[in-house]
């Protein structure tokens, strides 16, 4: 199985940056899917973005193109979402997410198996 751990949010004003990591421990040699998805207080739980661990294909939540990256670091087995351009409505607790194999539907919640137990971003106007 695979442990996740999300760190690097916090407060920032709107148009401010921050970059989020996962740290992942305990994979195989399968290749996964990694993601980062969000949710605020009485709101659904949503995709934000997604990569995959052997080539590096990303998806991306139409609202956040352009702002949003997701990356990743193999040696490190770490994922980053770097946050630009950051609205109030980025608000949410960011949590990092995986599943073994690729091409399944990046953007539902429910082809993850694995999850961290998520970091707090707040963008205030």
């Known amino acids: 199985q695979v442990q996740l751990v999300e760190s690097g949010g916090g407060l920032v004003q709107t148009g401010g940056s921050l970059r989020l990591s996962c740290a992942a421990s305990?994979?195989?040699?399968?290749?996964?899917?990694m993601g980062w998805f969000r949710q605020a207080p009485g709101k659904d739980r949503e995709f934000v973005a997604a990569?995959?661990?052997?080539?590096?294909?990303?998806y991306y939540r139409d609202a956040v193109k352009g702002r949003f990256t997701i990356s990743r670091d193999n040696a490190k087995n770490t994922v980053y979402l770097q946050l630009n351009s950051l609205k109030p409505e980025d608000t949410a607790v960011y949590l990092c997410?995986?599943?073994?194999?690729?091409?399944?539907?990046?953007?539902?919640?429910?082809?993850?198996?694995?999850w961290g137990q998520g970091t707090q971003v707040t963008v205030s106007s």
């Open positions: 990569i995959t661990w052997s080539l590096g294909w990303t």
């Open positions: 997410a995986a599943y073994e194999g690729t091409g399944r539907a990046v953007q539902s919640p429910y082809q993850y198996e694995y």
């Open positions: 305990g994979r195989t040699s399968s290749d996964y899917t």
